[in-house]
């Protein structure tokens, strides 16, 4: 049986209309669903009887299954969630002051081996589907009865190696009738595929795009993110570039202090040189170990002298807030399996 969360409204009117039903009973749908948090199509009384029973007969409501769930001393909370045919990813609950965000997973595994990340330490099995992704947002909000306003695409897996399936979810997720999560509220990490981008920048959504960096050299980057092979820098930072100029977002670049690789000054020079006249900032994230690898964390006089650096050189910087990393659940540190 097909879960109802798989379909966009727009789907769902397709479907009743053909079937004979009124359309705008996808819009109670939805309310039902992702407003009222009601799971039983049975019990949704300003459907038509008739409606109902055919729902009920023909979609299911599939939730995926907390195996495990840690909470951090800051209030972060990871989830690792198993689906239907038992393969595992993580979610993060975090708790900021604007809100609630969630940081999902978009693959099963990820093939682009970033060499700093355990979410890459397991290939990619398959994408998720759209309906995964909602369903972790449910069953989290179900679970803590609280209510998530921001979302991040930037767990396990390249969410640009599944993008029909990521902005089909971009479209439920962010439908006024349904959870009403705002397109600016979302955004969406890539390593980089290039012919991806402009595939998304096509697509004229302004959700927040971030790439990670790592590295401003294409030697470097290549050697901590293999994708730079593919798509070097000069590639990267056009798209990026051409990004802004058709959705007016500005970009952010991720970039992750390793003591001793990228966090020199020179590197800060040359990081302010590839992005320079651009509109973006970039956000320093903390290095979060991990112990299949031997990266270290900059210490915190190398973190401050890079951030001042690009600073000086007219660079929009800001310092990511360390943040579910006593339970590993921040960035670079999502698996796809539990490992003790
Ligand atoms: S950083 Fe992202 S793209 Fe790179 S291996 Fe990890 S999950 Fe995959």
């Not at 682009?112 to 995964?132: D, V, Y």
């Not at 590839?274 to 509109?279: E, F, V």
């Not at 600073?311 to 943040?323: H, P, S």
């Amino acid at each position: 049986m097909d879960t109802i969360f798989e379909y966009t409204r727009n789907e769902i009117e397709d479907m009743l209309s053909s079937g004979g039903y009124k359309k705008f009973s996808a819009t109670q749908l939805f309310g039902w669903i992702y407003k009222k948090k009601t799971f039983d199509f049975l019990l949704m009384t300003n459907l038509s009887k008739d409606l109902r029973e055919f729902l009920n007969s023909a979609f299911s409501m599939e939730f995926p299954v907390i195996d495990k769930k840690e909470i951090s001393k800051d209030s972060t909370v990871k989830y690792l969630y198993s689906l239907k045919d038992n393969s595992k990813v993580e979610a993060v609950l975090m708790h900021h002051s604007y809100g609630n965000s969630i940081c999902v997973s978009s693959q099963v595994g990820c093939n682009m081996g970033c060499a700093f990340c355990a979410s890459g330490l397991k290939k990619k099995t398959r994408n998720l589907r759209a309906a995964e992704m909602v369903s972790m947002i449910l069953q989290t909000e179900r679970e803590e009865n609280e209510k998530i306003t921001h979302v991040v695409i930037m767990g396990t897996g390249e969410p640009l190696d599944n993008l029909d399936e990521v902005l089909k979810f971009i479209n439920i997720i962010n439908d006024p009738y349904g959870l009403e999560i705002g397109i600016r509220h979302i955004t969406l990490s890539t390593s980089g595929i290039v012919p991806a981008i402009y595939k998304l920048s096509e697509k004229n959504i302004p959700i927040n795009l971030a790439i990670s960096l790592h590295a401003p050299t294409d030697e470097l980057r290549t050697r901590i993110m293999p994708i730079n092979k593919a798509y070097p820098l000069r590639d990267l930072i056009k798209a990026a570039s051409d990004y802004f100029d058709v959705t007016g977002r500005r970009i952010t670049f991720e970039y992750l202090l390793l003591k001793g690789i990228n966090d020199s000054l020179l590197m800060a020079d040359k990081l302010a040189d590839i992005i320079r006249g651009l509109n973006a900032y970039v956000n320093l994230i903390p290095y979060n170990p991990v112990k299949e690898f031997k990266f270290e964390a900059s210490d915190e006089k190398s973190v401050m002298a890079f951030y001042s650096r690009l600073k000086e050189r007219g660079i929009n910087v800001t310092l990511r807030k360390r943040m579910g990393d006593d339970i590993s659940a921040a960035c670079g540190q999502l698996r796809s399996t539990v490992k003790s």
